[in-house]
């Protein structure tokens, strides 16, 4: 990989639904600039950056009266197309990733495959209905569309665990910290023995 290179990736989608800009750095020191709707969201996404040590930025609106699934689900998306964008060709970086994460009692694991063929997994399932006013299943779309746009293999396992607010941050805390592992830097080129990974 060049180390002058910045891996850093904007994106701008506006459809009938949602509007969002966002703008993700990879090799930042972990700020967080976040202004939308979704307070929980919000809170998931400043650990996210925090523990991946990215900068992210996020504007963001949509139709939370209708309910927060459409804006969670294309954050979610575009999230994965700057992560995506800001890798390039992902010549020198590590490629997998894994973290077991612990959140009090609970435990959550990551693993991560950047290899351009997107799949998600999520073993296990958060017990309350809402944390807060947030639907907990959107949990599951966000990491989905997060997955699909960055085109990698996304494992996710809650282990054990009680409270769902713990679950869900060490979901993200786990997440960040693989991401993380998987777009540090390593010798070489692309690591596949394809010689590509889109």
């Known amino acids: 990989m060049d180390g002058k290179r910045k891996r850093e990736f904007a994106v701008q989608r506006t459809t009938g639904e949602t509007s969002i800009s966002l703008n993700l750095d990879l090799d930042g020191g972990g700020e967080a600039n976040l202004d939308f709707p979704v307070p929980f969201l919000r809170h998931m996404l400043h650990l996210f950056a925090a523990h991946g040590r990215f900068n992210l930025s996020i504007t963001a609106t949509g139709d939370v009266d209708v309910d927060d699934h459409h804006l969670v689900e294309d954050i979610g998306l575009c999230l994965g197309r700057a992560l995506h ?35 998600f997994v999520l073993q296990g399932k958060i017990p ?18 997060f997955a699909n746009e960055a085109r990698m293999a996304l494992h ?22 693989a991401l993380r592992e998987a777009v540090a ?8 023995t394809k010689g590509v990974l889109e």
């Open 156 to 177: 996710l396992a809650i282990l054990y665990g009680e409270n769902s607010h713990h679950m869900a941050e060490a979901l993200f805390k786990a997440v960040a910290a």
């Open 85 to 119: 964008g800001a890798l390039g060709d992902k010549a020198g970086i590590r490629r997998y990733g894994e973290r077991h994460t612990p959140m009090d009692e609970t435990l959550a694991r990551a693993v991560v495959d950047l290899s351009g063929r997107p799949a």
């Open 185 to 192: 830097p390593d010798a070489g080129g692309v690591p596949s």
């Open 128 to 145: 309350a209905e809402r944390i807060g006013t947030f639907p907990t299943e959107l949990v599951h779309e966000f990491f989905k569309s």
